[in-house]
């Protein structure tokens, strides 16, 4: 039956290739290291790396100025869909289930639905943005519109799969969440990982000739 086979072997098999794929991409920015600089560091770099991290979370005065969409399209996208990836009550049940083996509050049912409607509001203002912009637009690949794409199929189906006594809603949703895991490791999605090693070398670069980042 394909609910069985959904709900079993392929997500088992998305998730492997989620979480080597991810891992790989990682180990090899790693090991292709960076070049060695010769000259004098002039501050630790640690302190660099932590700073970098954490203060570009926060805009830069130039782009609050010219930029406003952007950011506050993309502040709504990813904190919506955080919220929801890890606060909707059928996620958390469904990690406490499959992955974590504990669970935690989740979001009650009307913050759920801000979530979601602030979650697609950004996500549809920056893939419009970046249709309708002729910069980004020529330097949008096929990868950004995909990956675009797969991202607000997934919180379609799964706001649509919210009445849980639908099972066929509930396979969509995950059928194209197992897509989407495939995908990933493979697409610029992984910037939610390497966003990490990017601005933490950074930071640590400046910092060593004496520039705060």
Not at 64 to 85: E, W
Not at 148 to 162: D, E, N
């Amino acid at each position: 039956m394909i609910g069985d086979l959904i709900d079993g072997p392929l997500w088992y098999f998305s998730a492997a290739v989620f979480l080597l794929g991810v891992l790989w991409r990682v180990f090899e920015i790693l090991r292709a290291g960076v070049a060695r600089d010769l000259a004098p560091p002039r501050a630790g770099g640690s302190a660099g790396a932590v700073r970098a991290l954490f203060s570009r979370f926060l805009p830069r005065r130039s782009l609050v100025k010219t930029g406003k969409l952007q950011l506050i399209a993309g502040y709504m996208f990813h904190l919506g869909l955080f919220a929801l990836l890890f606060f909707a009550a059928p996620h958390v049940d469904f990690l406490e289930e499959r992955v974590t083996g504990f669970g935690w509050t989740p979001l009650p049912h009307w913050a759920f639905i801000v979530a979601s409607e602030v979650a697609f509001a950004g996500l549809l203002l920056l893939l419009l943005y970046r249709l309708m912009h002729p910069v980004t637009r020529l330097l949008s690949s096929a990868d950004e519109y995909i990956g675009s794409v797969l991202v607000f199929v997934v919180m379609l189906t799964g706001c649509l799969a919210l009445a849980r006594s639908f099972e066929v809603l509930r396979l969509v949703h995950l059928f194209s969440a197992e897509l989407l895991l495939v995908y990933f490791p493979f697409s610029n999605l992984m910037h939610a990982f390497t966003f990490v090693i990017s601005r933490s070398y950074t930071g640590a670069n400046m910092a060593r000739k004496g520039v705060n980042a």
